[in-house]
């Protein structure tokens, strides 16, 4: 149970916006992504869901190859993607929000304990549940957003940039949240982050990206500890 | 007294057509960003059709069934057929945002002349289900008739289907995020480009119930749903274009507005006063009447 990564290339018309990029993350392992404005990272999980076609290599989830369908079949296959910026639907109201993370799945009564669950997680979501989603903070928002993944069911969750926007205390909350999906439900993850020291921390592993191209990647602590990486990444 | 009760009557019945066409064009607009200028040759073909189904049964009730799902299964063909190509080979550059005015405006032009071909350009009457005779009140015959009440009832139930529709099902909720974000929609799981096709069949489906409904009042022709689609747009423009429920309301101002002016001004003065409503909202409150302060609604 892994997702495989192989010499991904990505362009984005006649700028290759990824290139040649491997790796692996085990199940139930954080990955962190790291890297600057421009690096890739966004590409790299537009391509992972299906929404951007790759140029080059492939990506396996167990036995499931990512880029042979389109992303309402991805997410069929467990894998979730949460896009940047507080991916909700601003007109649509709390409960609609997370009702269309398992608008495909048959079991009704499968999907209002899911509900459930994610509202044990999120509190505040069960106490909007009827509000629109644009009248939501910005960390409630990104709460949604990942409540609204979760309740497909994922193994495999995709995040970019949770962090984007959010007060220091806000996201630590979105990172102790991470963490425990991973704990507690094993759940897959790969998070995309410029906030380099909040993703580390919580990772298992990272990979640190630069125009593209892998820079460096290994477990998170030796990321941690790579003076090159502190330099660049972390700023001290 | 009179006069004015009637002008409220008739002027709802009228409004509750254009309210039809608005709608047709609001779920397509907010769905795909297109003005469907092709919906008034959707639903001449649809009334058409009826018209054909009328001569040779008799029955009004069929020739609307068949109106119903001729309209909605055109609307699909065109947005699969048509439109979903047109996008895919028209992908940027300055002409995205010519290419479907063109398109649906060519596929008007084309639609009126096949259904002038098959059927001719002389006028065709349906006969209306009940009679069009007006209600008298008194000593007084009001314009108002059964007819005109039918169509009001009529609309209030597609209009009451259409909201269960859109607010109670996942098939709405497929619907409405597929319009508002069609990436978040994706990767939900939903299929957004089937979800897009079903909306232009309910698109369709909308404009060949006003396209019959307003035809036993008058006389078909080729062109005859043009004025329908001027009224609808307009309608549509006041309630904002993004909201069903602006949409209705754009389609009962515009109903009222222009009943009241051609029965106490002039008949004369029923177009300019399409646009000076027109021209107002878009001076006044460009996002239209019912629109708050966002921009899209359901």
Request: charged letters at 15%; aromatic letters at 8%.
């Amino acid at each position: 149970m892994s997702l495989v990564v192989t010499n991904l290339s990505v362009d984005h018309g006649a700028i290759r916006a990824i290139s040649g990029v491997s790796f692996t993350v085990e199940s139930g392992k954080i990955a962190a992504v790291i890297g600057s404005n421009g690096a890739g990272k966004t590409t790299l999980l537009r391509t992972l869901s299906g929404l951007k076609s790759a140029s080059h290599g492939s990506a396996q989830w167990n036995e499931h190859d990512l880029f042979s369908v389109k992303p309402e079949f991805n997410v069929r296959h467990g894998i979730a993607h949460v896009g940047e910026g507080k991916s909700v639907i601003a007109e649509l109201s709390v409960e609609e929000n997370l009702h269309l993370g398992a608008i495909w799945r048959k079991d009704k009564k499968e999907m209002k304990s899911t509900q459930l669950d994610v509202i044990e997680l999120f509190p505040i979501l069960g106490e909007r549940i009827k509000q629109r989603a644009d009248t939501l903070s910005g960390g409630e928002r990104q709460m949604l957003a990942i409540g609204r993944a979760l309740m497909s069911k994922p193994q495999l969750l995709l995040l970019d940039e949770p962090s984007l926007g959010l007060a220091p205390l806000v996201v630590e909350q979105i990172f102790q949240t991470i963490k425990s999906l991973r704990d507690q439900m094993a759940l897959t993850v790969v998070l995309v982050e410029q906030n380099a020291l909040g993703a580390l921390e919580i990772a298992d592993t990272g990979i640190a990206l630069n125009l593209g191209k892998v820079v460096v990647q290994g477990s998170a602590q030796s990321l941690l500890n790579d003076p090159a990486v502190r330099a660049a990444y972390l700023g001290y | 007294m009179y006069k004015f009760i009637s002008s409220l009557l008739i002027g709802l019945s009228l409004g509750a057509i254009y309210s039809l066409m608005s709608i047709s064009l609001v779920l397509v607009w907010r769905s795909t960003r297109v003005v469907n200028f092709a919906q008034a040759g959707q639903a001449i073909v649809s009334t058409y059709i009826a018209y054909e189904v009328v001569n040779r049964t008799g029955s009004f009730w069929l020739a609307f069934v068949v109106a119903i799902l001729a309209g909605a299964l055109l609307g699909a063909i065109v947005d699969r057929y048509f439109m979903r190509p047109l996008f895919r080979r028209v992908a940027s550059g300055p002409i995205v945002a010519i290419a479907p005015v063109v398109a649906t405006l060519g596929l008007l032009g084309v639609l009126r002349a096949v259904v002038g071909f098959i059927w001719g350009v002389e006028l065709k009457p349906i006969a209306a289900p009940v009679s069009l005779d007006g209600y008298s009140l008194g000593s007084e015959v009001l314009p108002f008739a059964p007819y005109n009440a039918l169509v009001i009832v009529i609309v209030a139930i597609v209009l009451i289907v259409l909201s269960l529709l859109f607010q109670k099902t996942n098939l709405g909720l497929s619907l409405r995020a597929s319009a508002y974000s069609p990436e978040i929609a994706r990767l939900s799981g939903v299929r957004v480009n089937e979800i897009r096709t079903l909306g232009w069949a309910i698109a369709g489906a909308a404009g060949a119930i006003a396209g019959i409904l307003a035809t036993p009042t008058s006389y078909l022709s080729p062109n005859s749903l043009d004025i329908l689609l001027v009224f609808g747009f307009a309608a549509a423009v006041i309630g904002g274009l993004e909201s069903m429920v602006g949409a209705v309301v754009g389609g009962l101002v515009l109903g009222l507005g222009v009943t009241f002016v051609s029965n106490y001004v002039s008949t004369s003065l029923i177009f300019p006063t399409a646009f000076v409503f027109l021209i107002i909202i878009l001076l006044v409150r460009p996002s239209g009447i019912v629109s708050g302060k966002r921009s899209r609604r359901a």
